[in-house]
Nanobody, 119 residues
Framework: QVQLVESGGGLVQAGGSLRLSCAASGNSLSSYAMGWYRQAPGKQRDLVATITSGAMATYADSVKGRFTISRDNAKNSVHLQMSSLKPEDTAVYYC?????????????WGQGTQVTVSS
């Protein structure tokens, strides 16, 4: 079983920066893909960034050049450095881990951390 705990959210002015962290307990996650999603009020949960076990990162177009995802396998953690924040980045941010077993994909989620960007 994988348990994820996010931290680092908060209130920041537009143009500011925040760093989100997600600590995982349970098995080592070094072979799993990890990522960040976000959900604004009244909207669906959307992908923000993912990073593979080989540290290959992908980003949503809306955050490219502003956000950086990284992972620390020794500490079983994943981070999201957010810069040049915009009011439209306001959302609850969720950490995600994907474990694949054959053709089945298991998704694990954290409880979420609120990010609010004021204009």
């Amino acid at each position: 079983q994988v348990q994820l705990v996010e931290s680092g959210g908060g209130l920041v002015q537009a143009g500011g920066s925040l760093r989100l962290s997600c600590a995982a307990s349970g098995n080592s996650l070094s072979s799993y893909a990890m990522g960040w999603y976000r959900q604004a009020p009244g909207k669906q949960r959307d992908l923000v960034a993912t990073i593979t076990s080989g540290a290959m990162a992908t980003y949503a177009d809306s955050v490219k050049g502003r956000f950086t995802i990284s992972r620390d396998n020794a500490k079983n953690s994943v981070h999201l450095q957010m810069s040049s924040l915009k009011p439209e980045d306001t959302a609850v941010y969720y950490c995600n881990v994907q474990r694949k077993s054959g053709v089945v994909t298991y998704n694990y989620w954290g409880q979420g951390t609120q990010v609010t960007v004021s204009s």
